[in-house]
């Protein structure tokens, strides 16, 4: 029996949703704890998806709240929202994800279960995801071609760790693939802190050459050097996502949803509007919650005019006289202005038709740079 607990969030975004299809189909063996952090500001679809997930897995998915806001008769946002005196989240103060995202799921956790999360960060993107400052709580990246999180990758290419990795080497290399290893593993890496650039170089060098030599046996060499440290993994004897060679992009997550039945959530979907008797396609191009500032304008332009209701909900949290809007130097009744709308929406025609791909329903596929912006947290 493992002494692993397997977790994996789902944050009613598609990638979250399509991990945890993926993994149940793909390691029917391996005992999934899924659960997700309710902000209380989301649309309607993504609890539909929630539903659709939870009917397709047969297993509930745990809905996590912070203590102080899940003893109150607010929803969270709301109840963190008046904790702050009215001060709404930003991209530089984003108390929204630490205090009802990140700290439920730690103390959900605990202190001394080791702990696997499974992140949907996919192949054809390239950023990190979160990785708990916990000792026992392991971030793993099913969907792409290296599954291991950034701290571990540090860990494994110190060099006063590579004689572990090359012992390993040594058990399935021979003649030249095996000097290619020892050149890669001995070749210059710097620790030092004002050199934060260079060590991401070397170590992507080392990195996509030892893949390029074998994704499994790196996958096995990484798992043998976990062995001898305090990691969640080192606690297991095998591990089933140690032989996985799958790389999932975009379509793939859109692919597994549709034909799981789960479904895409509907806000994915593009929506016809007109403008100077031009025509464009606007949706969202993110889960999370309603008024999220890491929206684009036309994301917002989208939600007052579909969901109208919930754009003046979102306009009430505004405070003008202390300058507290959610987007930078312009507030919310500036921007639905019908000279600022028209504008915005040409502004968007213009970008979007040197991108268009008119045979994606979907708007992520023609501004795919969206989705690097925002807390991993909340939109995988």
């Keep these: ?26 390691y029917p063996q391996i005992d ?38 899940a003893e109150s008769s607010e929803n969270p946002f709301d109840f963190f929202y008046k904790s702050f005196k009215g001060y709404i989240p930003s991209a530089t103060a984003r108390w929204c994800t630490n205090m009802m995202k990140l700290q439920p799921f730690e103390k959900f956790v605990g202190e001394t279960i080791p702990t696997l999360s499974y ?27 290296n599954m291991w999180s950034e701290d571990v990758l540090h860990k494994l290419f110190n060099p006063e760790n590579q ?22 593993l001995h070749s210059e890496i710097t620790f030092k802190r004002h050199q934060r650039l260079a060590t991401d170089r070397q170590i992507k060098y080392k990195l996509n050459g030892l893949m390029d030599l074998g994704v499994v046996d790196f996958n096995h060499a990484t798992f043998q050097f976990l062995k001898g440290t305090e990691y969640p993994l080192s606690f297991e004897e095998d591990y089933a996502l140690l032989d996985n060679e799958d790389v999932l992009v975009r379509d793939d997550v859109f692919r597994i949803l549709r034909e799981s039945g789960v479904g895409v959530p509907a806000y994915y979907n593009k929506i016809e509007y007109e403008v100077d008797g031009q025509k464009g396609e606007y949706a969202r191009s993110r889960s999370g919650c309603f008024f999220c500032f890491f929206q684009q304008k036309i994301e917002w332009v989208w939600l007052y005019e579909q969901h109208p209701e919930k754009f003046k909900e979102a306009m009430a949290y505004e405070n003008l006289k202390e300058s507290f809007t959610w987007n930078q130097h312009e507030s919310l009744e500036e921007l639905i202005h019908p000279d600022r709308i028209r504008q915005i929406k040409l502004d968007h025609l213009k970008r979007t038709n040197k991108q268009k791909s008119d045979d994606s329903p979907y708007l992520l596929d023609i501004l795919d740079d969206t989705e690097g912006d925002g807390c991993t947290a909340c939109f995988v």
Excluded: C, W
Excluded at 10 to 24: M, P, R
Excluded at 165 to 173: A, E, G, K, Q, R
């Design 32 to 69: 999934f704890t899924y659960y997700y952090t309710d902000t209380g500001k989301e649309l309607d679809e993504t609890y539909q998806l929630l539903e659709n997930i939870e009917i397709y897995l047969g297993k509930k998915i745990l809905h996590l709240v912070a203590n102080d806001a």
């Design 119 to 145: 992140v949907g960060i996919r192949g054809d993107e390239n950023r990190e995801g979160y990785i708990s400052k916990k000792n026992n709580i392991q971030s793993i990246f099913p969907f792409r071609k």
């Design 1 to 26: 029996m493992s002494k692993v607990k397997h977790v994996l969030g789902i944050s009613g975004g598609k990638d979250s949703a399509a991990l945890a299809i993926y993994l149940h189909e793909k």
């Design 163 to 184: 004689e572990v990795v090359l012992d390993y080497y040594n058990s399935v290399f021979k003649g030249e693939k095996l000097d290619k290893v020892a050149e890669l």
